[in-house]
């Protein structure tokens, strides 16, 4: 093997990471164009101006998720089946929302009929709104603990229920995920419409990216006043697997700060956060749609780093016994499917990145009323 166990864990915290601010910052844009539809688009013409600026790229960028998805799964098998012991329900709801996506944008336009065309576009609003709803309300859990458990066989359980993770910081973190993609989303669509929808977009642009500082803001403060966080006290092997209990942990309040002054480089991620909400409003009134869409990018981004940081090495934390909670260091997969499944990434990430570079150079430009027109029949 190319690196030691303890190094590869370390890694495959890097390489989801990656792989989740990768589907953030490609597919987040495309649900919060989804989610701006029905607002944006005031006639038909201009909602399929809209829907046909992420048409013909949305299918590729939400393989980013699915990549994501089975990175989970295999670098991180307990954490996958954890998750899915204790969201079920919510990740049903997400899957059965992401269900009107293909389907929205298949059929949304094969009937001319303003009834059918106006229930497409609210199954493409529920496409874009439900799923980052989810997202955030799933993240603020894990700052708080899951209830799951594992007793001495290694048999998990879990003791809440969907409502429970209805809680007012977990709904807060959804707020959050959906103000900061709306904002990722219009200023995507600035840059590729004109017009009176261009101008729409900059406006929701600019009330998002506040909306977003607002919100994150607070949660910061609510992170460091109102929540406990969770603290490694004796330390697995880090050459074990699959040994959760094998540790001490216990929960302090800003305990999810002990990162930012242990390393204080990891300090530029929530300033960072701030400083590119700003810039989004900023560059957006002044009609800078490129810049306002990379200043968005850092802004979702860094958001998502700001929450990496300050849980590592936490993954899925326990709040019925800190104990049990589950790791980097303990909640991964072998050393040789490690090994195996870095070399996969090393090889596959660049050519997604390089040929997704190629796709979008293909399809730039903008999206104009006349090209809607002109393609009648064949647009979305």
């Known amino acids: 093997m190319l690196f030691d166990y303890a190094t590869y864990k370390v890694i495959w915290w890097c390489f989801v990471g990656v792989l989740l601010i990768g589907f953030a910052l490609t597919d987040g844009f ?39 998805g089975g990175c989970l799964f295999a670098a991180w098998p307990l954490v996958y089946a954890a998750a899915f012991s204790g969201f079920y329900i919510a990740l049903m709801l997400c899957l059965f929302a992401l269900f009107f996506r293909p389907v929205g944008f298949d059929y949304r336009s094969k009937i001319a009929d303003p009834r059918w065309r106006s229930a497409w576009d609210w199954g493409l609003f529920t496409g874009g709104f439900v799923p980052p709803l989810i997202f955030g309300v799933a993240f603020g859990n894990l700052l708080q603990g899951v209830p799951f458990a594992y007793d001495d066989t290694m048999r998990m359980s879990y003791s809440g229920d969907f409502f429970g993770l209805l809680n007012p910081f977990g709904l807060l973190a959804g707020v959050l995920s959906v103000a900061m993609l709306a904002m990722h989303g219009a200023t995507f669509l600035q840059q590729k419409t004109e017009g009176d929808i261009a101008r729409r977009a900059r406006s929701l642009a600019i009330w998002a990216a506040a909306l977003t500082m607002l919100l994150f803001s607070a949660a910061g403060v609510w992170i460091a006043a109102g929540i406990d966080g969770y603290r490694i006290g004796t330390m697995p092997d880090i050459n074990s ?72 090495p936490f993954i899925m934390p326990s709040s019925l016994a800190p104990g049990s909670s589950l790791t980097a260091w303990d909640a991964v997969a072998s050393h040789k499917s490690l090994g195996v499944m870095f070399w996969v990434v090393v090889i596959m990430l660049p050519i997604i990145v390089m040929y997704t570079s190629w796709v979008y150079r293909v399809v730039r430009g903008k999206v104009t009323l006349e090209h809607i027109r002109d393609n009648e029949h064949s647009a979305y």
């Not at 989610?35 to 949305?58: A, Q, Y």
């Not at 001490?248 to 480089?265: E, I, K, Q, S």
């Open 30 to 68: 495309d649900f919060g164009v989804g989610m701006s539809l029905p607002f944006l688009g005031k006639n038909d013409t201009e909602r399929r101006v809209i829907i046909n600026t992420i048409g013909p790229t949305w299918e590729g960028n939400q393989t980013w998720f699915i990549a994501a």
């Open 241 to 312: 697997a699959f040994m959760p209990v094998a540790k001490t942990v216990t929960r302090a309040r800003g305990a999810w700060l002990d990162n930012y002054a242990r390393y204080p480089l990891t300090q530029v991620f929530p300033v960072a956060a701030i400083l590119g909400a700003a810039l989004v409003m900023l560059l957006s009134a002044r009609r800078h749609t490129v810049g306002a869409f990379l200043a968005s990018g850092l802004s979702v981004a860094s958001i998502i780093l700001t929450a990496g940081a300050a849980m590592f």
